[in-house]
């Protein structure tokens, strides 16, 4: 091989080392956040107006798409009909019947 493929082929497993942890350091990081979305997502205030509350549901729907972990639209509205308060039980039965 010729000095310069050396070279190359070298620097290929340094490179690849750097890429590996990168990959799991972005991955744990990915992870976390997912879970803290997961749990902001669970956790939504409910006492807010309806439309600030589906407002602060699309901020952390968007963020999950951010991370690159969208949530399904049918986990989206169950969210939402979970945690709505019970002035809108008749809006529920609409929406679920």
């Known amino acids: ?8 082929m070298a620097s290929l497993d340094f490179v ?15 992870r976390a ?7 902001q997502l669970n956790t939504s205030k409910k006492d807010k107006f309806l439309l600030i509350y589906l407002l602060d549901i699309k901020k952390v ?5 951010v991370v690159g972990a969208p949530i399904s639209p049918d986990d989206q509205i ?3 009909l979970d945690d709505l308060l019970d002035e809108y039980d008749n809006f529920f039965t609409y ?3």
């Not at 690849?16 to 990915?30: K, P, Q, V």
């Not at 956040?33 to 749990?39: C, G, H, M, P, Y």
């Not at 729907?61 to 798409?65: E, H």
């Open 61 to 65: 729907v968007d963020l999950f798409i």
């Open 95 to 97: 929406i679920t019947s």
């Open 1 to 8: 091989m010729t000095t310069p493929i050396l070279t190359e």
């Open 78 to 80: 169950d969210s939402i």
């Open 16 to 30: 690849a080392r750097i890429f590996d942890c990168l990959t799991t350091h972005f991955t744990s990081h990915t």
């Open 33 to 39: 956040k997912v879970k803290k979305l997961k749990l």
